[in-house]
C-alpha cells in the first residue's frame, strides 16, 4: 500500500508505551492500532489514567512509543531522527493544550506568530496569515492585548490562532476545554468544529467532557491502554 496517497492523515499500528520507575515496568498503551483520515475530527476519550494523553503525544511525535510505528500522511515519524521530527511538527502539525502556554508580555499578535520567528521565518511574510487566523479566532479587536487583559476563552483562542499560523496538516488538542467554564468551553468547540468543516482541517482530540464529543466526527474510547 502507498500510504501517502492512502487518503490517511495518521496511521499507528501495535502502538506499545511502556514507562518505568526503579524495577517496576508499567504497560501503559498495550498494541493499538488506529487509523484517521485527512479531514476527520476525531475524539479520544477515557478515564483518567487511560493512556489517552500519551497516545496523544505519541501520534504528535511528542513522545516515543516502546514498539509500534506512527505514519504521519504516510512517513513513519520513529524512523526519523529528533531533528527530522521537530521539524515534522512545526510544519506540519498544531498543538492546543488545556493551559494556554502564552507569553505574558507579548500581545495576542506576537503570541500567534511566535512559532515562526523561532523557526526563523519573517512576520511580513505571514501578514495575511496572521490577519486571517486571528479573524477566525474573533480576536481582530484584541490583537494589541497582553494575556492579562484577556478572559480564559480568548486566551484559548490566541492558543488556537497560534497553532493554526503556520497552516499545519495536522491538529492535536490535549484537553482544549478543559481549564473553561461550561458556556466558553462549548464556544471553543464549536470554533474547532467550525474550522474543521470549512477548511478540512485534520483534528484529533483528547478529552473527558462527553458534550465536547458530540461536535466531532467520531469517538475513540481508550481504557486501561486499549481501544474500547
Not at 500519551?54 to 505514519?71: A, F, Q, S
Not at 527530522?84 to 502556554?101: A, L, V
Not at 519573517?122 to 492579562?148: C, F, M, Q, S
Amino acid at each position: 500500500m502507498n500510504r501517502e496517497n492512502s487518503g490517511l492523515a495518521i496511521e499507528c499500528r501495535n502502538i506499545v508505551k511502556n514507562f518505568k520507575i526503579g524495577e517496576i515496568t508499567t504497560r501503559v498503551l498495550k498494541n493499538i492500532s488506529l487509523e484517521v483520515k485527512k479531514g476527520e475530527f476525531v475524539s479520544i476519550m477515557g478515564p483518567s489514567g487511560s493512556g489517552k494523553s500519551t497516545l496523544l503525544y505519541i501520534m504528535g511525535g511528542l513522545d516515543h512509543p516502546t514498539k509500534g510505528d506512527v505514519y504521519i500522511n504516510g512517513v513513519n515519524i520513529n524512523q526519523l531522527d529528533d531533528d527530522k521530527i521537530s521539524q515534522t511538527r512545526r510544519s506540519k502539525m498544531g498543538f492546543i493544550f488545556q493551559f494556554y502556554n502564552l507569553i505574558p508580555n507579548l500581545t495576542v499578535e506576537e503570541n500567534i506568530i511566535l512559532p515562526l520567528l523561532l523557526d526563523g521565518k519573517k512576520k511580513a511574510t505571514y501578514k495575511k496569515n496572521l490577519d486571517e487566523v486571528i479573524e477566525w479566532v474573533g480576536l481582530t479587536e484584541r490583537r494589541k492585548h497582553k494575556p492579562r487583559e484577556l478572559s480564559g476563552g480568548q486566551q484559548q483562542r490566541v492558543a488556537i490562532a497560534r497553532s493554526l499560523i503556520t497552516r499545519p496538516e495536522i491538529l492535536f488538542a490535549d484537553e482544549p476545554t478543559g481549564n473553561l467554564d461550561s458556556k466558553t468551553g462549548t464556544e471553543i468547540m464549536q470554533l474547532l468544529q467550525k474550522i474543521n468543516r470549512e477548511t478540512q482541517q485534520t483534528i484529533v482530540m483528547v478529552t473527558h467532557a462527553q458534550d465536547a464529543t458530540r461536535y466531532t466526527n467520531r469517538v475513540i474510547t481508550v481504557k486501561d491502554g486499549v481501544l474500547v
